[in-house]
């Protein structure tokens, strides 16, 4: 039988989360892809940085959490918002045994992604599961113009409105956070947004 030392464990592993990194900014690269490749820099690399930082912080699985931020959002960028933590799900399944990786663990990320969602409501079980949620939120603080674009190009508003849209965003964000080290992490960035924001 052969015996795996642990170094090479973490070789092989640290090659699946960069081959999963490649695959989903492969995919955002595709003129297929439902939002374009901006979400990629702008809100993946955000989650995945916050959500190693939170994992260290917080004692958790880190490999199944950078995997899990990384492979969040798959299911809307190759079909769209609608249902993506479900399709998100089989997407990360499919991809994960094609990379050999442990069937325990992929449960794992898959049961991040199926509850990363603020807006359905399902019970976050597990620190990994609520790490995801929490980043979610805090990628917000490092995207401000994303959420302008979106208020005055998808959401058609005016300067007064985009900036109040934008200030009660970032409010929920935070307000939703479930661990204080989140809260700890975005604070300066969200006392900032607020100063900024704020109605005159
Ligand atoms: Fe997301």
Redesign the pocket.
């Known amino acids: 039988m052969i015996k795996w030392g642990r170094k090479v464990r973490i070789k092989m592993n640290e090659n699946i989360i960069e081959k999963i990194r490649q695959f989903v900014e492969e995919e955002s690269k595709k003129p297929t892809a439902k939002y374009g490749y901006e979400p990629y820099l702008f ?1 993946l690399i955000p ?1 995945r940085n916050y959500a190693v930082k939170l994992a260290k912080k917080l004692g958790a699985d880190v490999e199944v959490v950078e995997i899990a931020a990384l492979l ?2 798959i299911g809307s960028i190759i079909y769209g918002r609608e249902n993506h933590h479900v399709t998100g799900a089989e997407i990360t399944e499919k991809k994960l045994k094609e990379l050999g990786y442990p069937q325990e663990k992929i449960e794992r990320v898959k049961s991040c992604i199926l509850n ?1 969602r603020g807006s359905v409501n399902n019970h976050k079980a597990t620190v990994e599961e609520q790490i995801i949620a929490d980043t ?1 939120s805090l ?1 917000h603080f490092d995207n401000l113009s994303g959420l302008f674009k979106a208020a005055f190009i998808y959401e058609n508003l005016n300067q007064q409105e985009a900036m109040t849209n934008v200030l009660s965003k970032l409010k929920r964000s935070f307000e939703k956070l479930s661990f204080q080290e989140s809260r700890e992490i975005i604070k300066p960035r969200y006392d900032a947004a607020i100063s900024l924001l704020k109605e005159k």
Do not use: E, G, L, M
Request: net charge negative.
């Open positions: 809100h989650v969040h959002d990363h979610d990628s």
